[in-house]
């Protein structure tokens, strides 16, 4: 069957990195036999600048009759006045949350190549291979009460971490699978001295587990498992945790890879639909100059060809593509040494789909 796409370019960066994502695609329909057609739709910023929604109901509805959704970035400061209702972000948030995209896969593998980009040590990084599995729909960014409210004359902020048990089962058994499918290894990342909805986080996980007697579970604090990322990273296999501290420890991997340009990720429901997307934003100051990084973008196609649209054929054949272009010594400024020649956005893209 056709596969059918839809592509969410947004801010920024987006619709330069978005192009080569797109180059990609043309070069697996026109060469590997890939059956898919795709559309594009406006969400973030540019759907703000035209309809003023960060996410317009055709939109939405475009994604729902989709198998998979490809988005570069969404976002930029000439949004920041805006209510929060129509910031960009909010387009984000209402289709993780609209689809039911409950787990957000994002990988952390470095490249030979690139051991030197690290800000670790090379013998700290080198073959470093780690996944985090990221709760996406609910904790403290969807929980309530929320808000600014007046309490004894003053401003208060208020959020709620709020976690159901079936929520985090849902997200302990899709990391347990993934693990399965690497190391065997798990680590639980929680905050449970303190907050009780981590001491029901890990109660839940634990009672999973037995599910899965093949995978070593372990559990780590967060404070502790920021520092340990940093200390010895190649400990972990995969890592789950909640929303925020996802959003954080995954940030801290993808800098041990060298660059935050190299790192796509996956969110995905249950029925394996999914969205794809690099997990760098849209890094408004490199917007139009042409030198931003499109591999997260493209590895971001590579996941979505091996998770939601089931050729792993072709995914490999991406991600082989990629390392080709970093073997070939193709490099764009985030992830250039010193005298190394640099190359701009379109050129990498260019690259990869000819070794396609």
Known sequence: MTAKILILPGDGIGPEIMEQAERVLEALRARHGFDARWSHALIGGAA??????PLPAATLEAARQADAV???AVGGPKYDGLP???R????LLGIRKALGLFANLRPAILYPELASASSLKPELVENLDLLIVRELTGGIYFGQPRGIEIRDGERVGVNTEVYSESEIERIARSAFEAARLRG?????VDKENVLEASVLWREVVVRVSKDYPDVQLSHLLVDNAAMQL?????????IVTSNLFGDILSDIAAQLTGSIGMLPSASLNERGQGLYEPIHGSAPDLAGLGVANPLAMILSVAMMLRYSLKRGDLADRVES???GALAAGLRTRDIARPGEKVVGTREMGEAVAGLL
Do not use: I, N, T, Y
């Not at 960009?88 to 387009?91: L, Q, S, T």
């Not at 065997?184 to 639980?188: A, E």
């Not at 940093?230 to 995969?238: N, S």
């Open 48 to 53: 703000v600048d035209a309809s003023g929604e």
């Open 70 to 72: 490809l988005l570069a």
């Open 84 to 86: 929060r209702e129509r």
């Open 88 to 91: 960009p972000e909010r387009g």
């Open 184 to 188: 065997k290894r798990l680590c639980s």
């Open 230 to 238: 940093v200390r010895a990273p190649k400990q972990f296999d995969v």
């Open 321 to 323: 593509a990629v390392k």
